[in-house]
T-cell receptor
Framework: GQQVMQIPQYQHVQEGEDFTTYCNSSTTLSNIQWYKQRPGGHPVFLIQLVKSGEVKKQKRLTFQFGEAKKNSSLHITATQTTDVGTYFCARAGGTSYGKLTFGQGTILTVHP | EADIYQTPRYLVIGTGKKITLECSQTMGHDKMYWYQQDPGMELHLIHYSYGVNSTEKGDLSSESTVSRIRTEHFPLTLESARPSHTSQYLC????????????FGPGTRLTVT
C-alpha cells in the first residue's frame, strides 16, 4: 500500500540536544507534509515539501525532501521543552481528493 | 488559527447508545475528513467527503456513518456504541486543490463503558 514508515517511534532528549525524525516510502511521493501534535492536542500543519531535494527552515526546524522523493526528515536544533509532542509525516494521494496517509509518528520528550 | 469545531469534546456513554459527533468549519472548505486516533498512535482515516452529498469510507473500516448535507457540517454517527469504539475522533478540512494542508478540530474523546 501507500504507507509511509516513520522512525524512530520514540525519542528522549535532554533540552538543548538535537532531534531528527525520518519518514520513508517505498514509492515516489508527490509531496510530503509534516504535522505536530502536542500532548492532548490535535495535529497542526507545519510544512509541505514538493520539490526533489527541497530544504525548508522554520526557526530551529529544518525539513528536507530526498532527491528521489522517497524520504523526508525533520531536524530540530537545540530542542526546547516546548518542542515536546508527536511529529507526523503524511503523504498525499495525487488524485485522492486531498486524502493524506499519516506515518506512525515520532513521540518526542524533552527533559529539562 | 483554523475555524473548525467539534462537539462534544469529551463523551462517556454506555454500550448500545446512539451517538453523533459534530464537526463544523467556517472556512468554506469542500473537503472534510474524520480520523480515529488511539493515544500515542497514528491517525487512521475513517471517512471523507469532497463536497455536499458525497461521502466515502476511508482506509480504516469503521461502523460509523457520516453525512454531508451542508458544506460546513460533517457529523459522524454511531448507531450502537461499543467499548471497541473508545478512541479520539478528529475532524479535519482542507481546500484541495489549492493545498493539501489539513486543518484539524480539537477532537472528541469518546469512552464507551
Amino acid at each position: 500500500g501507500q504507507q509511509v514508515m516513520q522512525i524512530p517511534q520514540y525519542q528522549h532528549v535532554q533540552e538543548g540536544e538535537d532531534f531528527t525524525t525520518y519518514c520513508n516510502s517505498s514509492t515516489t511521493l508527490s509531496n510530503i507534509q509534516w504535522y505536530k501534535q502536542r500532548p492532548g492536542g490535535h495535529p497542526v500543519f507545519l510544512i509541505q515539501l514538493v520539490k526533489s531535494g527541497e530544504v525548508k527552515k522554520q526557526k530551529r526546524l529544518t525539513f528536507q525532501f530526498g532527491e528521489a522523493k522517497k524520504n523526508s526528515s525533520l531536524h530540530i536544533t537545540a530542542t526546547q521543552t516546548t518542542d515536546v509532542g508527536t511529529y507526523f509525516c503524511a503523504r498525499a494521494g495525487g488524485t485522492s481528493y486531498g486524502k493524506l496517509t499519516f506515518g506512525q509518528g515520532t513521540i518526542l520528550t524533552v527533559h529539562p | 488559527e483554523a475555524d473548525i469545531y467539534q462537539t462534544p469534546r469529551y463523551l462517556v456513554i454506555g454500550t448500545g447508545k446512539k451517538i453523533t459527533l459534530e464537526c463544523s468549519q467556517t472556512m468554506g472548505h469542500d473537503k472534510m475528513y474524520w480520523y480515529q486516533q488511539d493515544p500515542g498512535m497514528e491517525l487512521h482515516l475513517i471517512h471523507y467527503s469532497y463536497g455536499v452529498n458525497s461521502t466515502e469510507k476511508g482506509d480504516l473500516s469503521s461502523e460509523s456513518t457520516v453525512s454531508r448535507i451542508r458544506t460546513e457540517h460533517f457529523p459522524l454517527t454511531l448507531e450502537s456504541a461499543r467499548p471497541s469504539h473508545t478512541s479520539q475522533y478528529l475532524c479535519a478540512s482542507s481546500e484541495y486543490p489549492l493545498g493539501y494542508e489539513q486543518y484539524f478540530g480539537p477532537g472528541t474523546r469518546l469512552t464507551v463503558t
